[in-house]
């Protein structure tokens, strides 16, 4: 009887040890939606159609999505920039041109060099949770993200307008410090994107064809070399309930575009959220 109990405790302390060296990694299956909102600022200067430097300090608003299962990690992101825009030297500066109609009347016009700024992202990313890495402090996932990109200034000036469908690989590692805390790092490079730019003349007017479609009609595919824009996040997470936690984010990309003049910008996002895990 005495072997049989202690067979029994053996048995029943090996079952313990494997299950715990193949506990499901990180956390079960789980649900994370939140809202993060902060300001940033984003410089370019676009030879394509302007020789000016222009700078914003638009609002940000993020809605997020996230499920992570046992070996996968799924996000969906939408953000949206607003703000105005203006020349990010000599502020006050004016454009001025002269307006021609068809009787041959010229009038003389200027307009201040500023406009209104928007742009917006949804970004789809897949990660596959490495396993050597799964249950300890760190994680590691490599993934893939495919996203659909519009940078648009509005109004007299149209520097820096573009929209990109972008296909890039992806990196995800984080940091659990404790039960409450984390940090996480994300990167990204896009390596295949169908990208729309203004044509060299700056119009989108083309015959029979709307202005969307005369913007669109300039679209090509492009690689790493016309379409560089690295991008990194550091967010810190704070769960302070079993369902609610909250968020602070860094956000940095850049943009080097060779289609068919180079535009050079800089992005960098500081954001607050809150979400809720079910």
Not at 95 to 120: C, H, I, R, T
Not at 180 to 202: K, M, Q
Request: hydrophobic fraction near 40%; include cysteine.
């Amino acid at each position: 009887m005495l072997k049989f109990k202690i067979t029994l405790l053996l048995l029943c302390l090996f079952w313990k040890v494997s299950a715990q060296e193949t506990a499901p990694p990180w956390m079960p299956m789980q649900n994370c939606i939140g809202l993060a909102i902060g300001l940033g600022t984003v410089s370019w200067l676009d030879k394509n159609s302007s020789p000016i430097d222009y700078t914003s300090k638009p609002k940000h608003v993020r809605l997020f999505y996230n499920l992570e299962v046992k070996s996968m990690l799924f996000t969906v992101d939408f953000d949206i920039k607003l703000g105005g825009m203006r020349a990010k030297h000599l502020a006050q500066r004016m454009v001025y041109f002269q307006e021609e109609n068809y009787k041959g009347k010229k009038e003389d016009k200027k307009f201040p060099v500023g406009a209104s700024f928007l742009a917006g992202k949804l970004s789809f990313g897949a990660y596959y949770k490495m396993k050597q890495s799964a249950s300890a402090e760190f994680r590691v996932a490599p993934g893939i993200k495919l996203s659909n990109e519009m940078f648009y200034p509005q109004g007299w000036v149209s520097s820096g307008l573009f929209n990109a469908i972008s296909f890039s690989p992806a990196a995800n590692v984080q940091h659990r410090i404790d039960a409450e805390h984390d940090v996480t790092a994300t990167v990204s490079l896009p390596v295949a994107t169908y990208l729309a730019r203004l044509a060299y003349h700056n119009t989108v007017s083309a015959p029979n064809k709307s202005l969307i479609e005369g913007f669109i009609r300039n679209s090509a595919w492009a690689g790493l070399g016309r379409f560089f824009s690295p991008a990194a996040e550091l967010q810190y997470h704070y769960q302070f309930h079993n369902h609610i936690g909250t968020s602070l984010t860094y956000g940095f990309n850049y943009y080097l575009i060779e289609q068919s003049q180079p535009m050079r910008a800089t992005s960098h996002t500081f954001l607050a959220g809150i979400h809720n895990q079910f």
